[in-house]
């Protein structure tokens, strides 16, 4: 019989230990705890399991959960152990004693031995540090457990694990942060320093323990801070850097940038990324030779990378931000957990990545393969998420092998195991057969009808979805950023600007766009408001010159406008009124100049009106250059004249407003509902005109 797997798990009022595949039990000799327990942590070789509540620390042996040692820890918060489970760390919150003096609150037990030469009280303590700070606070050990670190002001101290009283060695390297000693049997360390003064930050590879020099080294810009990734065998470093600030403004979240360096100092180089946007995840593959990443805006771009830093294989786009390689590095997994739906694709590494299944496990904030590389756990923790709390346990295959829901769960990790322990054959024939809680959860769960797609308003229901709101990996167009945030970006703040279109006018060509709705060349430098202002008064100039020769401006019939003088007035008064209406009518005339020269103008028989103005481009005349016009009447309302006049003055620029509104509508263009109402009332203006004299 294969030797199960195991995972445990930590909610709010105890902790359990669960036999896995394929048996899906609870470990028989466990006895759960109750109560306020703050954490708890399998030793990396999987011999122990501890926890911490508030008055001691319990291991017990994670095969069969005897206890094997308790410690007299109190109100630990942290928990860890050394590569080979010889040590026990814990950490407890800063304190200072009765004198001021900061308490020693990091703290190194024996698991197993007890020293002779200490008391009852402490026993099993083999160092003591004073750690302030909870990131980053745990030693750090060379994989046989001969040397341990620990980083402090300007320098990494290095300790012989079986004497912490003493400093074995020290790297002293001015403004160091973060180090990390490579897993593999080369002693390697690295450390980092982010930018001061103006000079670049920099990662430094030295051996240990010759400190003289680094064997291989990597400034750059743009590292407020990293994540130091070793492969398994210790022989390649991958450095991601990150800035709290994007300068560019492309990202909220600051910049992110990749470099791969060897132990050796054989290769350096930054991974160049075809696709823009944030680093998401990057995984070692656990061959050590090849490592996997997931970047880009989304849908993102998830790629295969050997250690010279080449591309060898590049999935398709989707929303996805986690890639994980089975433990036999069989299989890799490509998913989009946080903020995204929860889909995970397992691909086939050594059948040129064929893509095994897809699988939905919405709402995961855990994702972790088991050590037989069979199974998937995924689990929905809090705080994160408080509601349907719970564990599940996927098969490679695609099918759901175990669920179960807890109240509150705040952590749960597989049990490490040797891949040497599970042979791993054909994962996928024969199928297993799923546990009950599995059968039962999935006769819960209701298949919709029909797939549900995005929100769609009934005004573009049944049409094709446009370009500009399709994700890339369905068709659209790439999302670009340029990191301004200006209004004058299309649809959704990406792609080109939108032109201006006028509903039942002739398209305009692009080249002629600076005259139809755009700034013209040479304002750039102004602002919005300038330009449109500019404009307005350019327009309006215009509108003036053409309005001096208003009467050599052809009818549809050949006939030109000639209307009669109001002896009242003289040229001066004349100019200066029809200025005034000019700029009253400004806007509608601007908004209908496309359709004056399609309007059904009067006979120039009936009562004297005022006719539109001619378009120079159309009919030849120059603006610079007018001929004398006719003395026109003036239309609107002012002192003199009868005050039959002056009533027929007001019906007809009412009836003007009513002929406006209806090409409007005749355009395509939505009426409210007073311009509606308005131009109802059409048949009773004309039947007023006609009492006072007036005929159409």
């Given at each position: 019989?294969?030797?199960?797997?195991?995972?445990?798990?930590?909610?709010?009022?105890?902790?359990?230990?669960?036999e896995?595949?394929?048996?899906?039990?609870?470990?028989?000799?466990?006895?759960?705890?109750?109560?306020n327990?703050?954490?708890?942590?399998?030793?990396?070789?999987g011999?122990?399991?501890?926890?911490?509540?508030?008055?001691?620390?319990?291991?017990?042996d994670?095969?069969?959960?005897?206890?094997?040692?308790?410690?007299?820890?109190?109100?630990?918060?942290?928990?860890?152990?050394?590569?080979?489970?010889?040590?026990?760390?814990?950490?407890?919150?800063?304190?200072?004693?009765d004198?001021?003096?900061?308490?020693?609150?990091?703290k190194?037990?024996?698991?197993?031995?007890?020293?002779?030469?200490?008391?009852?009280?402490?026993?099993?303590?083999?160092?003591?540090?004073?750690?302030?700070?909870?990131?980053?606070?745990?030693?750090q050990?060379?994989?046989?457990?001969?040397?341990?670190?620990?980083?402090?002001?300007?320098?990494v101290?290095?300790?012989?694990?079986?004497?912490?009283?003493?400093?074995?060695?020290?790297?002293?390297?001015?403004?160091?942060?973060e180090?990390?000693?490579?897993?593999?049997?080369?002693?390697?360390?690295?450390?980092?320093?982010p930018?001061?003064?103006?000079?670049?930050?920099?990662?430094?590879?030295?051996?240990?323990?010759?400190?003289?020099?680094?064997?291989?080294?990597?400034?750059?810009?743009?590292?407020?801070?990293v994540?130091?990734?070793?492969?398994?065998?210790?022989?390649?470093?991958?450095?991601?850097?990150?800035?709290?600030?994007?300068?560019?403004?492309?990202?909220?979240?600051?910049?992110?940038?990749?470099?791969?360096?060897?132990?050796?100092?054989?290769?350096?180089?930054?991974?160049?990324?075809?696709?823009?946007?944030?680093?998401h995840?990057?995984?070692?593959?656990?061959n050590?030779?090849?490592?996997?990443?997931?970047?880009?805006?989304?849908?993102?771009?998830?790629?295969?990378?050997?250690?010279?830093?080449?591309?060898?294989h590049n999935?398709?786009?989707g929303?996805?931000?986690?890639?994980?390689?089975?433990?036999?590095?069989?299989?890799?997994?490509?998913?989009?957990?946080?903020?995204?739906?929860?889909?995970?694709?397992?691909?086939?590494?050594e059948?040129?990545?064929?893509k095994?299944?897809?699988?939905?496990a919405?709402?995961a904030?855990?994702?972790?393969?088991?050590?037989?590389?069979?199974?998937?756990?995924?689990?929905?923790?809090?705080?994160?998420?408080?509601?349907?709390?719970?564990?599940?346990?996927?098969?490679?295959?695609?099918?759901?092998?175990?669920?179960?829901?807890?109240?509150?769960?705040y952590?749960?990790?597989?049990?490490p195991?040797?891949?040497?322990?599970?042979?791993l054959?054909?994962?996928?024939?024969?199928?297993p057969?799923?546990?009950?809680?599995?059968?039962?959860?999935?006769?819960?769960?209701?298949?919709?009808?029909?797939?549900?797609?995005?929100?769609?308003?009934?005004?573009?229901?049944?049409?094709?979805?446009?370009?500009?709101?399709?994700?890339?990996?369905?068709?659209g167009?790439?999302?670009?950023?340029n990191?301004?945030?200006?209004?004058?970006?299309?649809?959704?703040?990406?792609?080109?600007?939108r032109?201006?279109?006028?509903?039942?006018?002739?398209?305009?060509a692009?080249?002629?766009?600076?005259?139809?709705?755009?700034?013209?060349?040479?304002?750039?430098?102004?602002?919005?408001?300038?330009?449109?202002?500019?404009?307005?008064?350019?327009?309006?100039?215009?509108?003036?010159?053409?309005?001096?020769?208003?009467?050599?401006?052809?009818?549809?019939?050949?006939?030109?406008?000639?209307?009669?003088?109001?002896?009242?007035?003289?040229?001066?008064?004349?100019?200066?009124?029809?200025?005034?209406?000019?700029?009253?009518?400004?806007?509608?005339d601007?908004?209908?100049?496309?359709?004056?020269?399609?309007?059904?103008?009067?006979?120039?028989?009936?009562?004297p009106?005022?006719?539109?103005?001619?378009?120079?481009?159309?009919?030849?005349?120059?603006?610079?250059?007018?001929?004398?016009?006719?003395?026109?009447?003036?239309?609107s309302?002012?002192?003199?004249?009868?005050?039959?006049?002056?009533?027929?003055?007001?019906?007809?620029?009412?009836?003007?407003?009513?002929?406006?509104?209806?090409m409007?509508?005749?355009?395509?263009?939505?009426?409210?509902?007073?311009?509606?109402?308005k131009?109802?009332?059409?048949?009773?203006?004309?039947?007023?005109?006609?009492?006072?004299?007036?005929n159409?």
């Amino acid at each position: 019989m294969a030797v199960p797997t195991q995972f445990a798990y930590r909610t709010l009022k105890s902790i359990g230990v669960v036999e896995a595949a394929p048996v899906y039990d609870s470990l028989s000799g466990f006895e759960r705890p109750e109560g306020n327990l703050r954490c708890c942590v399998y030793s990396p070789c999987g011999r122990y399991f501890a926890w911490a509540s508030p008055e001691r620390v319990t291991v017990v042996d994670a095969s069969v959960g005897h206890v094997i040692t308790s410690l007299p820890a109190l109100n630990v918060y942290e928990l860890g152990f050394s590569p080979l489970g010889t040590f026990i760390i814990t950490w407890q919150r800063p304190s200072k004693d009765d004198t001021g003096d900061a308490v020693k609150n990091l703290k190194v037990w024996r698991v197993v031995e007890r020293r002779p030469d200490v008391g009852e009280g402490e026993h099993n303590v083999v160092g003591r540090f004073v750690q302030k700070s909870q990131t980053g606070w745990n030693l750090q050990y060379t994989y046989d457990e001969q040397y341990c670190a620990r980083v402090v002001t300007n320098e990494v101290q290095f300790y012989q694990s079986r004497d912490l009283a003493t400093v074995w060695n020290r790297l002293q390297v001015e403004g160091v942060t973060e180090f990390a000693v490579s897993p593999g049997e080369n002693h390697s360390i690295a450390v980092f320093i982010p930018e001061r003064k103006g000079q670049p930050a920099a990662v430094k590879v030295f051996n240990v323990p010759n400190f003289d020099a680094p064997v291989s080294q990597k400034n750059f810009f743009k590292g407020d801070k990293v994540q130091l990734k070793w492969n398994d065998q210790g022989t390649n470093l991958i450095v991601l850097a990150q800035t709290e600030v994007d300068k560019s403004g492309k990202s909220y979240y600051g910049e992110t940038t990749l470099y791969l360096l060897s132990a050796n100092g054989g290769f350096d180089s930054r991974i160049d990324l075809d696709k823009d946007g944030p680093i998401h995840d990057v995984t070692w593959s656990p061959n050590s030779k090849e490592f996997g990443v997931v970047y880009g805006y989304m849908p993102a771009k998830a790629t295969i990378f050997n250690t010279k830093a080449d591309a060898t294989h590049n999935f398709a786009l989707g929303p996805r931000n986690t890639i994980l390689f089975s433990p036999h590095g069989k299989f890799v997994l490509v998913a989009g957990f946080g903020n995204l739906a929860g889909q995970m694709d397992i691909y086939d590494m050594e059948k040129d990545y064929q893509k095994i299944c897809t699988i939905e496990a919405s709402n995961a904030s855990v994702c972790e393969w088991s050590p037989d590389g069979k199974h998937i756990l995924t689990a929905t923790t809090s705080p994160r998420l408080r509601v349907d709390n719970g564990v599940r346990i996927w098969h490679v295959g695609g099918g759901l092998m175990y669920n179960e829901e807890l109240q509150e769960l705040y952590h749960v990790t597989w049990r490490p195991q040797s891949p040497i322990s599970h042979p791993l054959e054909n994962p996928l024939h024969p199928m297993p057969t799923p546990h009950a809680s599995a059968l039962a959860y999935l006769g819960t769960v209701k298949t919709p009808s029909k797939p549900a797609g995005a929100y769609r308003p009934p005004g573009a229901r049944g049409t094709l979805t446009p370009l500009a709101f399709k994700r890339e990996d369905e068709g659209g167009a790439a999302y670009v950023s340029n990191g301004s945030l200006s209004l004058g970006l299309g649809a959704n703040g990406f792609g080109k600007p939108r032109k201006r279109e006028v509903p039942g006018a002739e398209a305009v060509a692009e080249d002629k766009q600076a005259t139809a709705g755009t700034a013209p060349e040479g304002d750039e430098n102004l602002s919005k408001a300038a330009a449109k202002n500019k404009k307005k008064r350019e327009a309006r100039k215009a509108k003036d010159a053409a309005d001096k020769a208003t009467g050599l401006a052809p009818t549809a019939d050949g006939v030109p406008f000639v209307t009669a003088v109001i002896p009242s007035r003289s040229p001066e008064r004349r100019d200066q009124k029809g200025h005034e209406r000019n700029r009253s009518r400004g806007q509608m005339d601007t908004r209908a100049r496309s359709q004056q020269g399609k309007k059904e103008h009067r006979q120039p028989e009936q009562q004297p009106r005022r006719p539109p103005p001619p378009n120079p481009a159309a009919n030849g005349t120059s603006a610079k250059t007018p001929q004398e016009a006719p003395e026109l009447s003036v239309t609107s309302p002012g002192s003199g004249g009868t005050p039959q006049d002056r009533k027929t003055r007001a019906l007809l620029k009412k009836l003007r407003a009513i002929d406006d509104l209806k090409m409007r509508r005749a355009g395509g263009e939505k009426l409210e509902g007073t311009q509606i109402k308005k131009m109802d009332t059409e048949d009773e203006v004309r039947k007023e005109l006609g009492g006072l004299g007036w005929n159409d």
